[in-house]
């Protein structure tokens, strides 16, 4: 048997272990679910601005709690559940059977997939029907999907090369959530980041692919079929279009911004020593 035949057949035992423990397999789909509804009864009343569109902020959690589900299946999960079974030998119990090791991470990596792909669709129809809230279509929802399976991919490459940090299985809920909950926040996750968010802040969130992530989920229930305008240059004077800026972007180059300016007007461009934002 090839390596691909045993992955899929490590993928359906994955899958059927999961869906045979309905106490881990409910709590995982009820949980965004219920963020959804607290956050929305709390603070879905209003409306915030989203890339210079007006959207409401019952269509703003939608696509945040989306985007928490996805980080949670493919992020969260994958890690306890790994570090919980280093822990417990299975993974060096590996060895001794004809499953290779890296087929038995796709396996985990495509299960994980699986299961964030789901909770999107759960969660948006949910929004679409309790709240109303916009479901990319057309073009937009090609990119919206490939955007989904590239950020969960990421997520779960994340999940794995994070057990390496942690030493056991009691430490590794407080490693995880230490590592992701705080950068729930500064992303706009939970409570949306207005103009007057302290620019710490915002310069910390664009480290870290929690919020490119999620503002690609809220451009693309927006309405938004662009992917936005925060792009990243690694030379003065050069003008870069971006599809999504990278997690970490490291150097010592210098970086270009480019401020809009009237109508029919030249853009004016300031170098500066750290990472910019890019409007036009």
Same mark, same amino acid.
């Given at each position: 048997?090839?390596?691909?035949?045993?992955?899929?057949?490590?993928?359906?035992?994955?899958?059927?272990?999961?869906? @045979?423990?309905?106490?881990?397999?409910?709590?995982?789909?009820?949980?965004?679910?219920?963020?959804?509804?607290?956050?929305?009864?709390?603070?879905?009343?209003?409306?915030?601005?989203? =890339?210079?569109?007006? !959207?409401?902020?019952?269509?703003?959690?939608?696509?945040?709690?989306?985007? /928490?589900? !996805?980080?949670?299946?493919?992020?969260? %999960?994958?890690?306890?559940?790994?570090?919980?079974?280093? =822990?417990?030998?299975?993974?060096?119990?590996?060895?001794?059977?004809?499953?290779?090791?890296?087929?038995?991470?796709?396996? @985990?990596?495509?299960?994980?997939?699986?299961?964030?792909? +789901?909770?999107?669709?759960?969660?948006?129809?949910?929004?679409?029907?309790?709240?109303?809230?916009?479901?990319?279509?057309?073009?937009?929802?090609?990119?919206?999907?490939?955007? +989904?399976?590239?950020?969960?991919?990421?997520?779960?490459?994340?999940?794995?090369?994070?057990?390496?940090?942690?030493? %056991?299985? =009691?430490?590794?809920?407080?490693?995880?959530?230490?590592?992701? +909950?705080?950068? +729930?926040?500064?992303?706009?996750?939970?409570? &949306?980041?207005?103009?007057?968010?302290?620019?710490?802040?915002?310069?910390?969130?664009?480290? /870290?692919?929690?919020?490119?992530?999620?503002?690609?989920?809220?451009?693309?229930?927006?309405?938004?079929?662009?992917?936005?305008?925060?792009?990243?240059?690694? @030379?003065?004077?050069?003008?870069?279009?971006?599809?999504?800026?990278?997690? !970490?972007?490291?150097?010592?180059?210098?970086?270009?911004?480019?401020?809009?300016?009237? &109508?029919?007007?030249?853009?004016?461009?300031?170098?500066?020593?750290?990472?910019?934002?890019?409007?036009?």
């Amino acid at each position: 048997m090839n390596a691909l035949a045993l992955t899929l057949r490590q993928v359906r035992f994955i899958n059927r272990s999961f869906w @045979r423990n309905p106490a881990s397999a409910g709590f995982t789909f009820a949980f965004p679910l219920m963020f959804l509804v607290i956050f929305t009864a709390l603070l879905g009343s209003g409306s915030v601005h989203l =890339d210079g569109r007006t !959207v409401r902020e019952s269509t703003y959690y939608v696509a945040a709690m989306a985007s /928490f589900a !996805v980080i949670t299946a493919c992020y969260t %999960n994958l890690a306890m559940a790994t570090t919980f079974l280093r =822990d417990q030998g299975v993974l060096k119990r590996l060895n001794g059977t004809p499953l290779p090791a890296s087929a038995y991470f796709v396996a @985990r990596v495509l299960h994980a997939l699986l299961v964030a792909v +789901l909770l999107v669709v759960i969660t948006s129809a949910f929004g679409r029907l309790a709240y109303q809230a916009t479901i990319p279509s057309g073009a937009t929802l090609g990119r919206f999907v490939v955007m +989904l399976l590239v950020g969960a991919a990421s997520f779960c490459l994340l999940g794995v090369a994070i057990t390496g940090f942690i030493p %056991n299985a =009691d430490a590794a809920p407080a490693i995880v959530n230490f590592s992701i +909950l705080p950068l +729930l926040f500064l992303s706009g996750i939970f409570i &949306p980041l207005g103009s007057k968010a302290p620019t710490w802040i915002v310069w910390v969130a664009r480290i /870290f692919p929690v919020r490119h992530f999620a503002a690609g989920y809220k451009r693309a229930t927006s309405g938004r079929a662009s992917p936005g305008p925060t792009c990243w240059s690694w @030379r003065c004077g050069r003008r870069r279009w971006c599809r999504g800026a990278p997690a !970490v972007q490291l150097g010592a180059a210098r970086l270009i911004r480019v401020e809009p300016t009237a &109508p029919g007007a030249k853009s004016t461009m300031r170098c500066s020593m750290a990472a910019a934002r890019c409007s036009a």
